[in-house]
């Protein structure tokens, strides 16, 4: 059926289609956009014939370029490492001590430690370095095998009490279960421990007496001071600061079981010119000595 | 069926619904050359905003030696926008940003005032299209001789010649359009030679391909089909119009009815009504996007004025005031017709609106452009661990601080923080430690990231303490400060 094709108010033409007396008005589009549409279509099919596009049964259709994200991270990664390589190899020539003085070589330091460190260190340790019970802080200026940037170096490179000849050795041994000291001396020791970092111990104990128990059994590695002695990894206790824990009960325990917290050997999982940024990274921190 | 239906139609309207076109074929356009006060406008403007384009690169600006010599200079690498005496960091883009709204405000003031003076003189599309427009004309000749030469159909080798002759002018202007726009982001004399030496940049080469492309073939084929059917801008203005702006109209109130010169003094002669539009049609054969003015407003004029040129010619010739065509609206010709005085009001609450707004952002941005410091600091404290106890009772703080130097050369600053009296500062790599302050040098327009250890020598009793850090340029005694926090056990 023929229908009136002119809307009387605009005189422009309608496409017929009419719905309760509205008509559509029927303004053409340029032709040009239809081409562009034809054009859509031959990009599309190229597109698909080009690159990855049909998910398949197992698969995908792979495309004729062989383009893949994957490569493109591999390319970019590459990009980085050549990029990074200069400063690296800059930083594997300069001696440990001179790194944190040229500025350019320490921001790149600090930057490639704090990544290096979060793959590696931060499960122990925590992503800033702030350790919890049994694994140090390493921010503070309280070291067990010293803060210097070689003690670092020493202590990352070969661990602590595994199963590498050169790392570090040193026990806090049980005194209480091989029966070193009985039970009655182990909280008169732990109370004077206590007292060692002006700390007032609960409860009566003769201090004295821990004192002469301390210089017997303690003073050894711990000093006659208590202020500890970074060759053998034994802490100060002076500080009021714990590995452990400093109240009189986890002292006891301590004193009664022994302590002796592992560190990996480090050597063969990272070069020793990641070591050797993780060194300054971590003596950065706020610790280093 | 509806009773609209049976309305009488107003022209003559297709056979049946299958032959209504859904598509339109284009419309050929062969806008014939004026004279006129608006083309001089018109040209005027063209060779100097092409001027500008073309050549600003080349402008020379010595800032020293540590920066280029480029007046206008985007350095992508560098991440550093140079504009004269303007240099902007990348965290300085909001400056991009007050531009663009005091070009949006000035689109709404101009459209407010005289409709689309953007679209009709200053848009690139109709700048560059008015180009190729008098290129052609130049080379294939004026309206009536282009359109016998489409209608012959004859292909001869002088037509062949021609065409030839245009595509390649058309194509050298499109050429230089890209290869202007690159030398804004590298020393343009420098590129220059790279370029011709085929050692430039791939990138450059692409951007050169890419605008030689979009510059042919918008100025060169889409032209008017950019303004009909691209651009959101006409849709915008319409919308923003109103009945006191002035707009490119003919005032029908003194073109109507519309017959030729003679019969209208024969009317005027027995005094009867005679309108001065003779409809010779001049004002649609120069319009450049082939719309006819005397139907009124419309999306199609970009109100380019050519008509206005092309009508008070032939008013000229035929003796009649000019004017026919010009700068005015609806309403007056409305009051014409009633016999009131038209009125031109451009001061009204819009405008007072918009250019104040203008005035505003305006003011705002060279306030902070001109209060803008040279140096700067920021401070991020460490997350993890917000605080270390230390052996002796001490409670230190890190904070990576970032200061900023964006003066052309290189500056030492003293870093303090205050808030904390007995608080030491450490800076990681500095020989210097544990003191009040720490003195360091920043390379000339860089920045320079430190770690900061600060230190107080006991526990405080509030478990965050407001701290500032201020950086002093130690030869001008310039400032600069951010504030952060100290944190602590606490009392407890
Ligand atoms: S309509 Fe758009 S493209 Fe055309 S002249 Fe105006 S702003 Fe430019
Ligand atoms: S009608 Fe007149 S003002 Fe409008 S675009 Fe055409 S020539 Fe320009």
Redesign the interface.
């Known amino acids: 059926m023929a229908v009136e094709k002119l809307d009387s108010v605009t005189g422009t033409a309608t496409t017929g289609h009419e719905w309760d007396g509205i008509r559509e008005l029927n303004t053409p589009l340029p032709r040009w956009w239809l081409w562009l549409f034809y054009m859509c279509i031959v990009w599309g099919i190229g597109y698909v014939i080009a690159y990855p596009a049909w998910p398949m049964v197992s698969s995908y259709t792979k495309g004729v370029l062989g383009y893949a994200s994957r490569d493109q991270i591999e390319v970019d990664l590459a990009a980085l490492r050549n990029q990074r390589s200069g400063l690296v190899s800059q930083i594997e020539a300069t001696p440990l001590a001179d790194i944190e003085k040229n500025p350019q070589l320490l921001t790149a330091t600090l930057q490639i430690g704090k990544q290096a460190f979060g793959t590696n260190c931060s499960p122990c340790h925590g992503t800033g370095g702030a350790g919890s019970v049994g694994f140090p802080n390493l921010n503070d200026d309280q070291w067990l095998w010293g803060g210097t940037l070689d003690q670092i170096q020493q202590t990352i490179t070969h661990g602590i009490r595994n199963e590498s000849p050169d790392s570090r050795q040193g026990n806090m041994l049980a005194f209480g279960k091989d029966g070193t000291l009985s039970k009655t001396d182990i909280p008169i020791v732990a109370a004077y421990v206590v007292s060692l970092s002006g700390r007032k111990p609960e409860g009566a104990h003769d201090l004295a007496k821990g004192k002469q128990i301390f210089a017997e059994n303690c003073a050894v590695c711990h000093g006659d001071d208590g202020k500890g002695n970074p060759e053998l990894g034994a802490p100060n206790l002076t500080s009021g600061l714990y590995l452990y824990g400093g109240d009189q009960k986890t002292i006891e325990e301590t004193i009664t079981n022994g302590r002796g917290g592992v560190m990996p050997v480090w050597t063969g999982r990272l070069d020793p010119t990641t070591i050797k940024i993780l060194t300054v990274y971590v003596h950065s921190l706020g610790g280093g000595k | 069926m ?10 003559v ?5 299958d032959d ?7 419309k050929d356009i062969f806008p014939q050359a004026v004279r006129g006060r608006f083309r001089t406008i018109k040209w005027t403007i063209l060779i100097v905003t092409l001027g500008i384009y073309y050549f600003l690169p080349f402008v020379r600006w010595d800032r020293g030696v540590h920066a280029p010599d480029q007046a206008v200079l985007i350095d992508l690498p560098g991440r550093r926008f140079y504009f004269f005496f303007i240099e902007l960091w990348p965290q300085e883009l909001y400056y991009v940003t007050g531009l663009l709204v005091l070009a949006a405000l000035a689109l709404f003031l101009t459209n407010a005032v005289a409709g689309r003076m953007w679209c009709g003189y200053l848009c690139p599309q109709t700048v560059w299209t008015d180009l190729f427009y008098a290129v052609e004309r130049l080379v294939e000749g004026d309206r009536r001789e282009q359109m016998r030469k489409a209608a012959s159909g004859e292909w001869n080798l002088e037509r062949v010649a021609e065409k030839i002759l245009k595509h390649s002018l058309w194509l050298m202007i499109a050429w230089w359009t890209g290869g202007a726009w690159v030398l804004y982001f590298a020393d343009a004399p420098t590129l220059v030679y790279d370029l011709l030496t085929f050692n430039g940049p791939f990138v450059a080469y692409v951007w050169i391909g890419i605008l030689t492309v979009t510059t042919y073939s918008l100025a060169g084929f889409m032209r008017e ?1 950019v303004c ?2 691209m651009c959101p801008w006409p849709r915008i203005q319409a919308a923003l119009t109103d009945e006191h702006a002035l707009n490119v109209t003919y005032r029908y109130d003194r073109g109507e009815p519309r017959m030729s010169a003679k019969k209208a003094d024969a009317a005027r002669a027995r005094a009867e009504p005679a309108g001065d539009c003779v409809d010779c049609f001049q004002c649609v054969n120069v319009c450049p996007t082939g719309v006819d003015i005397r139907d009124g407003s419309q999306l199609g004029c970009i109100q380019c004025g050519l008509c206005i040129d092309a009508c008070d010619n032939v008013m000229a010739k035929i003796g009649r005031p000019s004017g026919l065509i010009g700068y005015d609206t609806d309403e007056n010709v409305k009051r014409r017709i009633a016999r009131e005085e038209p009125v031109v009001r451009i001061i009204r609450p819009r405008t007072v609106l918009y250019a104040g707004l203008i005035v505003g952002v305006g003011a705002l941005m060279t306030a902070t452009l001109a209060t803008r410091t040279t140096l700067g600091v920021s401070a991020l404290h ?4 917000v605080f ?6 001490g409670v ?1 703080n ?1 904070y990576t601080v970032r200061l900023t130097n964006k003066a052309l050369e290189a500056r030492p600053f003293r870093l303090e923080v205050l808030g904390l009296p007995d608080a030491t500062l450490d800076v ?2 500095e ?1 210097h430690r544990a003191e009040q302050s720490a003195v360091l040098e920043v390379e000339s327009d860089q920045t ?2 430190l ?1 900061v ?1 600060v230190t107080n020598p006991r526990a405080l009793d509030n478990p965050s303490t407001p701290v500032r850090f201020r950086l002093t340029d130690i030869t001008t005694g310039v400032t600069a400060q951010t504030g952060d926090f100290f944190k602590g056990p606490g009392s407890n």
């Open positions: 509806s009773t609209a239906e049976s309305a009488e139609p107003k022209a309207s297709p056979a049946s619904v209504a076109p859904l598509y339109e074929a284009r089909q009909l059917y460490d997350r993890n661990p270390v106890k230390l052996a002796d009772g230190r890190a990681v790599g020989p320079r990231e770690r250890l």
